[in-house]
């Protein structure tokens, strides 16, 4: 079994950063690619960015590229994603999802065997 927490999330203006934390507990997830979806009320969840086993491979939406990185930690058994230059679109709540079945991450929602239970960020204009 594998517990993810998110946090980090919270109320920011449109342009500005926020930094948003996965930790994992139960086991290492130190081969287990990793991503991170969103998801806006009455909306489905969508895929926003992923990362291989290595952290040498990451994956991102069209829409976040180049504003958005996801990165992991092996000591710490956690897994980030950068914000920055965030929009009023990116309001949503975030979740961070553990997938041990594949490398090299996979931008598909059932592709993922953990789930954490969300952080919400909101982007003012």
């Known amino acids: 079994q594998v517990q993810l927490v998110e946090s980090g999330g919270g109320l920011v203006q449109a342009g500005g950063s926020l930094r948003l934390s996965c930790e994992a507990s139960?086991?290492?997830?130190?081969?287990?690619?990793m991503g991170w979806f969103r998801q806006v009320q009455g909306k489905e969840r969508e895929f926003v960015a992923a990362?291989?086993?290595?952290?040498?491979?990451?994956y991102y939406a069209d829409s976040v590229k180049g504003r958005l990185t996801i990165s992991r930690d092996f000591a710490k058994n956690t897994v980030y994603l950068q914000m920055n230059s965030l929009k009023p679109e990116d309001t949503a709540v975030y979740y961070c999802?553990?997938?041990?079945?594949?490398?090299?991450?996979?931008?598909?929602?059932?592709?993922?065997?953990?789930w954490g239970q969300g952080t919400r960020v909101t982007v003012s204009s």
């Open positions: 139960g086991r290492t997830i130190s081969s287990w690619s």
């Open positions: 999802a553990a997938d041990g079945r594949r490398l090299y991450g996979s931008r598909l929602l059932n592709a993922y065997e953990y």
């Open positions: 990362i291989s086993w290595s952290g040498g491979n990451t």
